[in-house]
C-alpha cells in the first residue's frame, strides 16, 4: 500500500515516456474546458496521473488515479458532480518504427462520483493507442476512444463497441487523450 501511494505522489509530480531499457515511467494528463451554448454552460477539470511498470518488450501494467469537476449551468439551475477514478491498466505493444510503437490497452475504470448527484460505476475498456518517445527520457502516449466498452452504473449496464459507428477521423484525434510521460 505504501509503495501505490507513493507511486502516486511521483506520478503528480513528474510525466515521463517508456523505452525497452526502461522499467518504470510516470505521466498524466491535464485538461480544462468550458463551452457555452445558450442557455446551457459546462465546466470541467480534469487530472490524471499516471504510472507503470513495463514487464518486458512487449507487455506492461500500470494504472491512473483522476480526479474530475464537471458543473453545468442551465439558465438559474446549476448542477455540480466531482469524480474520482482509480484505472488499472495492461498494455500489450505491436509494432511501430524507431521511436514510435502502437498498443492496445485493456483498462478496469472504477468512478466514484459525488456532488449534488452521487453514484459509482466500474467498466471493461479496450482502446488503442499510440506510444511516441520524444528523446531518452521524455515522450507522450495518446490513448485514442475505445473500440469496445462494458460499464455498469449503479445497476444500469451499457455495452459499446466502436467499429465503423460513424465516427469520423476528425471526432477520433479530436477524443484522443494525450499523457506526457517521463521514464526512470
Not at 483498462?107 to 462520483?113: A, D, E, H, T
Not at 493507442?129 to 507522450?140: H, M, P, S, T, V
Not at 465503423?164 to 521514464?183: C, H, Q, V
Amino acid at each position: 500500500m505504501k509503495r501505490l501511494l507513493l507511486s502516486a505522489v511521483i506520478a503528480i509530480a513528474l510525466v515521463g515516456t517508456i523505452e525497452a531499457q526502461t522499467k518504470f515511467w510516470v505521466g498524466g494528463s491535464f485538461s480544462i474546458s468550458s463551452s457555452d451554448h445558450d442557455p446551457n454552460k459546462d465546466h470541467s477539470f480534469i487530472l490524471m496521473p499516471e504510472f507503470g511498470y513495463r514487464i518486458n518488450d512487449n507487455w506492461a501494467v500500470g494504472g491512473m488515479l483522476g480526479f474530475r469537476s464537471f458543473t453545468t449551468e442551465t439558465g438559474d439551475f446549476e448542477q455540480k458532480t466531482n469524480s474520482t477514478s482509480i484505472v488499472p491498466f495492461a498494455r500489450y505493444y505491436v509494432g511501430g518504427v524507431s521511436m514510435v510503437r502502437f498498443f492496445a490497452q485493456g483498462s478496469l475504470p472504477m468512478i466514484f462520483y459525488g456532488g449534488d448527484v452521487s453514484y459509482n460505476s466500474v467498466g471493461l475498456i479496450a482502446s488503442p493507442g499510440l506510444e511516441i518517445a520524444i528523446n531518452e527520457k521524455w515522450g507522450f502516449n495518446m490513448l485514442m476512444p475505445p473500440v469496445l466498452s462494458l460499464v455498469n452504473t449503479d445497476g444500469n449496464t451499457d455495452f459499446y463497441i466502436g467499429l465503423n459507428d460513424g465516427y469520423n477521423i476528425e471526432d477520433y484525434i479530436l477524443k484522443t487523450s494525450i499523457s506526457f510521460i517521463y521514464k526512470f
